[in-house]
């Protein structure tokens, strides 16, 4: 009888710990580069740079051929991509603040992400998440704005947008207080290496340390923004590349290898099949400062010709999530809603998201598009996607139309050909804008200029 009791008893002891996995929330680890080129991967077709982990990662999962930011660059991209929200919902224009600022405008400190708003972090950490930021911010300066303040847990990084990948003292000083590396709030010290290795490591530590139970980890990378350093060995790898290309590359291929860490740690503790893995792009590649690649699509950071705002994306979930294309344009604004859905929320608790849970249709169980419609704007420039079709707005010059479907790099204007269609996705953008708060700050005309003539001289698709 005491036999058949002990068995009883570990019968309903395994039982419970199968039913405890399966009902198990998923972890969530968001992977985010930095002025990546859209080409510039393997599995995005490069032939020149080397990223295994990342190309293994998309073969456990889905690749997505039209996914967007919100925003041509750093900063607004990614108060999108945290609130879920079009940034301009808020007040946070598309300019890169503090950047080149009219005088009249905020002191560069006091210009950050609004306080009214709850991040992705907020969200899930209210769900029982134990969070976590190691990277960039770039989301304000000021104490307030901190991201142990906006729903982090655990902070290792730097609040502004570019420091250097080696430590202070090295030649490469991190005068700005923002450029300086930060533990927790207020704790300064830097990386006693490489930048992208070194917040690789503290992520794996912090997998290690929060592993039993749910967590949310963003590894905000600042690879591979300018300045344009790497480490010799890396270098070493793309000898026949040209000088710019050479550096990119290997600076690329550091991050691939820290992505490699993260995903050898989980295939380690076995925490593939429970953890939902997205790497994408904060905006296009700049193809002028780092020697980006993104082709075949046209543009650049901070224009919005799809090489603009056009971005790689990975997303995998092994056992949950087939591998595969998705063709379907999506947004980073549907992280958000995506993860909280995962995490246990329900939807109806985000009424005022831009974003739409991605699940249903990744998952076959909702056919279609995601979104029908997206737009972006920055002051009078502006550009709205419906469907297949996309206009870009100027505010020197008449719109221009394109068919995506068959377009993708924009070379054949179509506006003169469509004069109701383009009437016609006018007002939709207008009566969009008309939804959005006045811009929080004013930007110096003179780089409105400069984007603008960086959106003409890279209209066309590079060759290699």
Known sequence: MRHILVFLVL??????????????????????????????????????????????????????????VSAAVCGPSRAGLLTGKYQQRFGFEENNVPGYMAPS??????????????????????????????????????????PLRRGFDEFVGFRGGARSYFPFGEGNPNNRPEDRLEEGFGRYREAPGYLTDYLAERAVDFIDRHQSSPFFLFLSFTAVHAPMDALPEDIAEFESLPEGRRQLAAM?????RACGLLLDKLEREGLLESTLIVFTNDNGGPSDANYSDNSPLSGTKANHLEGGIRVPFLMSMPGHISPGLYPHPVSTLDLLPTFYRLAGGQFTDLPEVDGVDLWPFLVGNEEGRPHQTLFWKKENRGAVREGDWKLLRFPDRPAELYDLS????????????YPDLVRQLYK?????ELTLERPAWQLQRKYEGDAMQRMDRYRKPKTN
């Open 105 to 146: 405008s905020l002191p560069d400190d006091e210009m950050g992400l609004p306080l009214t708003e709850r991040t992705m972090a907020d969200h899930l950490r209210g769900l029982g998440y134990t969070t976590a930021l190691f990277g960039k911010w770039h989301q304000g300066n000021a104490d307030r704005f901190h």
């Open 428 to 432: 939709k953008l207008f009566e969009w």
């Open 11 to 68: 019968f309903l002891l395994a039982l419970y710990q199968t039913v405890f996995a399966q009902q198990r929330r998923p972890n969530i680890i968001l992977i985010l580069a930095d002025d990546a080129g859209y080409a510039d991967f393997g599995f995005q077709g490069s032939s020149e740079f080397l990223t295994p982990n990342l190309d293994r990662l998309s073969e456990q999962g889905l690749r997505f051929t039209q996914a967007y």
């Open 252 to 256: 690329t291929l550091a991050m691939d």
């Open 406 to 417: 068959t377009d993708e790099g924009e070379q054949n204007d179509l506006a003169s050909g």
